[in-house]
């Protein structure tokens, strides 16, 4: 039985369940809750991190063939998911650099010879699933490049401007690309067509699509369906709306996470800045929507700078919370070695690879994601609960725990030194220190001294 048509009965059963059980208790049906998320998220998402691939810059050589020989490096250090940046053709007409955009794509069934071809991405494919590991690829649905044969093929699934002419998308510096109509139902076959091939013939274990918000929500969800009629595929969105969650998306961007460690860092916040971000997070958005925690990217390596740039004394708290703290963690190619550069976006700049801690942190945290329980991803995982401190402007402390695994963990997320105490007994027991394996036992006396842009994380499994 397809996926699809197994989760919709699973469905149907539930619902007639609720339904019959009501009536039982004489309860009106119409008022009973129903989940927001209707999607099945892959088993194998459950305690997954994420890691994005630029394949121009990963390796030296920028091809699938190289990258493939780093892939036990990538399962060693713990990540599940490969995030590779779109691999197709790139336009000439209106390209930007040397080597172009790879957002901006010439034929959406095609391999851009730079990185290798079908065969070898396949292989690369192959050799990520053999691991264990599951590969997404980086979708641009919403426009193509200005030579994409689609554009003298079918100019009726182009947008128009006031002036009757192709546009880019507007009040954006996106002169490579022009912009697709989606009121088209030709447009919404053939790019559903050209996702499933990808899936079906390549193996691609799902997508990221870029500017998610830009395309029709109904286009998604029926993708979404169609999709999941092949095999359980991870969707992953660049955007940052609760709606994409229901039908279409197993996780969405978070940027409020990202803008609000950069400003605490950069001295325009406190640590109070972030209850006000798991405020909104926890009320507003549905449990099982999974949001994607980053510090860099793609883009915010290439315009903002790097995450010593960014973050610079709170990074290695900004980088634990990440991953402790709810939601999905990424790595961006090149933060594990401690990358010092902007990566060139247009151009070829490949990463100096070298072992650095901040590897090394990642790896014993993803470690410990996949171990306890309590830092799962979506509904398998547990809500963070704040535990008061006496010094809230400056540490922001929490718990995370079920019937069988529990973390507590506090940042001081300032330039001083913080002597605390706590409030309540959430966090009572007895745990083991993340960083030195000691065995403590947390009671209400606990005082905790915490050096500047420091945490403590206390761990029971």
Request: charged share 25%.
């Amino acid at each position: 039985m397809k996926s699809t048509a197994l989760t919709i009965l699973i469905i149907s059963l539930a619902c007639g369940a609720v339904a019959e059980y009501c009536k039982a208790e004489n309860m009106d049906p119409r008022y009973q809750p129903v989940p927001y998320v209707q999607l099945e998220h892959p088993e194998w998402s459950r305690n997954a991190a994420i890691y994005q691939i630029n394949t121009r810059q990963f390796t030296p050589e920028g091809t699938f063939a190289a990258a493939e020989k780093e892939l036990p490096r990538l399962q060693r250090l713990g990540v599940d998911i490969i995030w590779l940046m779109p691999v197709q053709e790139i336009g000439l007409k209106n390209r930007k650099g040397k080597l172009g955009s790879p957002y901006s794509i010439r034929d959406y069934f095609s391999v851009n010879s730079e990185f290798g071809d079908l065969d070898s991405l396949k292989q690369f494919v192959a050799a990520a699933h053999d691991l264990g590991l599951h590969v997404i690829l980086d979708w641009v649905a919403n426009h193509t490049a200005w030579d994409n044969p689609l554009v003298e093929e079918h100019p009726e699934w182009y947008a128009r401007d006031w002036k009757g002419e192709f546009h880019s998308p507007i009040w954006t510096d996106w002169a490579d690309v022009v912009t697709l109509d989606y009121s088209q139902p030709g447009l919404r076959k053939y790019m559903t067509e050209a996702m499933k091939f990808w899936v079906a013939e390549v193996g691609m274990d799902g997508f990221r699509c870029d500017v998610a918000g830009l395309v029709p929500l109904d286009f998604w969800n029926n993708l979404r369906a169609e999709l999941d009629g092949i095999k359980p595929v991870f969707m992953l969105a660049e955007w940052e709306t609760r709606d994409l969650h229901a039908h279409a998306f197993d996780m969405t961007y978070t940027w409020g996470f990202n803008n609000t460690l950069h400003q605490i860092a950069q001295g325009e916040g406190d640590a109070r800045s972030l209850h006000f971000y798991y405020f909104e997070k926890n009320n507003s958005w549905p449990h099982d929507a999974m949001r994607m925690t980053f510090l860099s990217n793609h883009d915010k390596n290439a315009w903002d700078g790097t995450q010593f740039e960014l973050y610079g004394a709170a990074l290695e708290n900004a980088i634990v919370l990440s991953v402790v703290g709810e939601g999905m963690p990424l790595i961006y190619n090149g933060q594990e070695a401690g990358n010092t550069k902007r990566l060139a976006f247009f151009d070829k700049d490949p990463i100096v690879w070298r072992d650095h801690p901040i590897g090394d942190l990642y790896g014993r945290l993803f470690r410990l994601k996949k171990k306890n329980t309590a830092l799962w991803n979506g509904r398998w995982g547990s809500q963070m609960i704040p535990v008061s401190n006496t010094a809230p402007a400056s540490v922001f402390s929490f718990v995370r725990a079920n019937d069988k695994d529990k973390i507590f963990a506090v940042f001081n997320f300032s330039p001083k030194t913080q002597s605390v105490t706590f409030k309540e007994s959430l966090y009572h027991g007895d745990y083991q220190d993340f960083r030195s394996g000691e065995s403590l036992s947390l009671m209400k006396d606990l005082k905790l001294k915490l050096e500047p842009w420091t945490y403590r994380l206390f761990v029971q499994n």
